[in-house]
């Protein structure tokens, strides 16, 4: 009875009111992106950024989704807000929840042109690195992130 009662009210509300609803009930989370870049060389993008741990500064791109926008294009803003540089969003790599109010999308992309010229409030420097040379204060996260997509890689182009 209390079920059909419930239902009964739900579909009373409609449209914006159920939207109202279901924001007021669950979690918020900001959502973090970001993006491993490559060049035609198959380099990545690292960024060496100012408002991390000294000891592990090196990452790739990565930035927080505003509200409304797609998670691909946050990576195509957020790389060229960087690093001036214009990417082409690839296939979905990694989508993490579970984070107290945050969850985290990676995608890979590719360099498409632009003129590498950083931001200097948020980064100290951008360089390519070749898979096998990745610096030392890589985030670790994103180190595993370039060589599992690496493996893709590699056997995508074995077929």
Known sequence: MFSRFTA?????????????????????????????????????????????????PWGLPTGFAVKGEEFGDTVVREVREETGLDVA?????????????RAEVTYEARLTGGTLRIDPFEILEARWFAVDELPDGLLDAHRRLILETTVGLSQTAER
């Open 89 to 101: 969003v690839g296939r979905l790599v990694r989508l993490n929840s579970g984070f107290k109010l």
């Open 8 to 56: 009964w009210i739900w579909h009373g509300l409609r449209g914006s009111l159920q939207w109202r609803v279901l924001w007021m009930s669950h979690a918020k989370f900001v959502v973090g992106v970001t993006g491993i870049v490559r060049d035609e060389q198959q380099h990545v993008l690292l960024l060496r950024h100012r408002m991390w741990s000294k000891r592990r």
